[in-house]
């Protein structure tokens, strides 16, 4: 199973990004996504995470700024990031629980390689 995330850069405070994140491999279904961030000499925290029927959740940081949604038949996650901040700066990264074919009762997590996002101010 991989994920392969994509949409990151470089934008202006106030501005917004759309991050991709599609999984493929061996895969019977997939249960819970997320986006994850990391900035430079800080910990991995959780920023958005939505359930197989599409109910989000988010970190208080983001409420209100980020959309996160997923579309099933193409098993890609997205996060919508509007008015965004120099303090959102960070790699993220998505993350999903999977049920692979050939183990269906096990659930694993995956990560992707992480998507560099700059906010300047």
């Known amino acids: 199973v991989q994920l392969q995330a994509s949409g990151g850069g470089l934008v202006q405070a106030g501005g917004s990004l759309r991050l991709s994140c599609a999984v493929s491999?061996?895969?019977?279904?997939?249960?819970?996504m997320a986006w994850y961030r990391q900035a430079p000499g800080k910990q991995r925290d959780l920023v958005a995470s939505i359930t197989p029927a599409g109910s989000p959740d988010y970190a208080d940081s983001v409420k209100g700024r980020f959309t996160i949604s997923r579309d099933n038949a193409r098993n890609t996650v997205y996060l919508q990031m509007n008015s965004l901040k120099p303090e959102d700066t960070a790699v993220y990264y998505c993350?999903?629980?999977?049920?692979?074919?050939?183990?269906?009762?096990?659930?694993?997590?995956?990560w992707g390689q992480g998507t560099q996002v700059t906010v300047s101010s």
């Open positions: 993350n999903a629980d999977v049920k692979r074919r050939l183990s269906r009762t096990t659930i694993a997590t995956y």
């Open positions: 491999g061996s895969i019977f279904s997939i249960i819970d």
